[in-house]
T-cell receptor
């Protein structure tokens, strides 16, 4: 059973446009929601993350919007660039005491930004 | 400062064989987790090691086993390989008492089972 559902599977955006990737979860015990970026031949790298006590977090061109009541969160990439072309994964985790629990990943979104 | 290093980067095995993958965590990290990433899928948690003990385990059969050494490095062993074990195996490390924002992944070991 997929704990975190991600859409769309693939996304094509023109340079300068906004890329939006959505995720949904069911387990209300999740308390940490990161987004990872993965380039071919590389491991996932943390892009940005949010905790459920805030509704939005922005870092540069990347913004996470979080809707706790709807159990949904999304990644917005403003002014998308060809270098942003990669696979993006949302994930969720339950913090166990002061340590990080396992991450549950979505299936990924392959983003292509056309110049 | 070297990040998480994994070896080998690629390997090919046949069904029924056994494989050992290795991981050296980032300097200062003492917790190691292993994930399996099938082609076109998100990573799936296998298990996590801290203080040389398995602390958490995902939904993987006993054919998957691991070990952590006193220097925090780790091995993932898979016995009786199946075709479905073909995947990218990712190692991730972090300090145990940390914010999750320091979880660091290696580039992975690509296993092909024929």
């Amino acid at each position: 059973q997929q704990q975190v559902k991600q859409s769309p599977q693939s996304l094509i955006v023109q340079k300068g446009g906004i890329s939006i990737i959505n995720c949904a979860y069911e387990n209300t015990a999740f308390d940490y929601f990161p987004w990872y970026q993965q380039f071919p031949g590389k491991g996932p790298a943390l892009l940005i993350a949010i905790r459920p006590d805030v509704s939005e977090k922005k870092e540069g061109r990347f913004t996470i919007s979080f809707n706790k009541s709807a159990k949904q969160f999304s990644l917005h990439i403003m002014d998308s660039q060809p270098g942003d072309s990669a696979t993006y994964f949302c994930a969720a985790s339950i913090k166990r005491g002061s340590t990080l629990g396992r991450l549950y990943f979505g299936r990924g979104t392959q983003l292509t930004v056309w110049p | 400062d070297a990040g998480v290093t994994q070896s080998p980067t690629h390997l090919i095995k046949t069904r029924g064989q056994q494989v050992t993958l290795r991981c050296s965590p980032k300097s200062g990290h003492d917790t190691v987790s292993w994930y399996q990433q099938a082609l076109g899928q998100g990573p799936q948690f296998i298990f996590q090691y801290y203080e040389e003990e398995e602390r958490q385990r995902g939904n993987f059969p006993d054919r998957f086993s691991g070990h952590q050494f006193p220097n925090y490095s780790s091995e993932l062993n898979v016995n009786a390989l199946l075709l479905g074990d073909s995947a990218l195996y990712l190692c991730a490390s972090s300090p145990v008492y940390s914010g999750a924002n320091v979880l660091t992944f290696g580039a992975g070991s690509r296993l092909t089972v024929l």
